[in-house]
Nanobody, 115 residues
Framework: QVQLVESGGGLVQPGDSLRLSCAAS????????MGWYRQIPGMQRELVAI???????NYADFVKGRFTISRDNAKNTVDLQMNSLKPEDTAVYYC?????????WGQGIQVTVSS
C-alpha cells in the first residue's frame, strides 16, 4: 500500500492562494496515477484534479482556471496550486493514488476559505 502524506492546508481569505503537497512512498512513483479529491461535510468525495496518464490532466469544472496540479517524479510529490480561492472551496482535501488498481488515500487536510 502506498503511503500518502498531505501538507499545506489552512485558513485563508477569499481570493487568496494556497498550495497543497502530497508525498508518496515507494520506488515506482512515476507509474502512479495521482490526484486530489475533496469532501465537503455532508457531501460525497469529489474529484478536483488528476493525472490521467501520459502527463495528461483532468480538472473538475469548478476549479478549471484556478487550480493547477503538478508532480515531481524525482521527489515523489504531487502538488495542488489553488488560486482565487472561494468559500465554497472549503473542504477536506485528499491525496489519491492508484497503482496497478490498488487505491490509496492520504489522511486528508483541511482547507478553509473564510473572511
Amino acid at each position: 500500500q502506498v503511503q500518502l502524506v498531505e501538507s499545506g492546508g489552512g485558513l485563508v481569505q477569499p481570493g487568496d492562494s494556497l498550495r497543497l503537497s502530497c508525498a508518496a512512498s515507494g520506488a515506482s512513483f512515476s507509474f502512479y496515477v495521482m490526484g486530489w479529491y475533496r469532501q465537503i461535510p455532508g457531501m460525497q468525495r469529489e474529484l478536483v484534479a488528476i493525472f490521467t496518464g501520459g502527463g495528461r490532466t483532468n480538472y473538475a469544472d469548478f476549479v478549471k482556471g484556478r487550480f493547477t496540479i503538478s508532480r515531481d517524479n524525482a521527489k515523489n510529490t504531487v502538488d495542488l496550486q489553488m488560486n482565487s480561492l472561494k468559500p465554497e472551496d472549503t473542504a477536506v482535501y485528499y491525496c489519491y493514488c492508484n497503482f496497478l488498481g490498488r487505491i490509496s488515500w492520504g489522511q486528508g487536510i483541511q482547507v478553509t476559505v473564510s473572511s
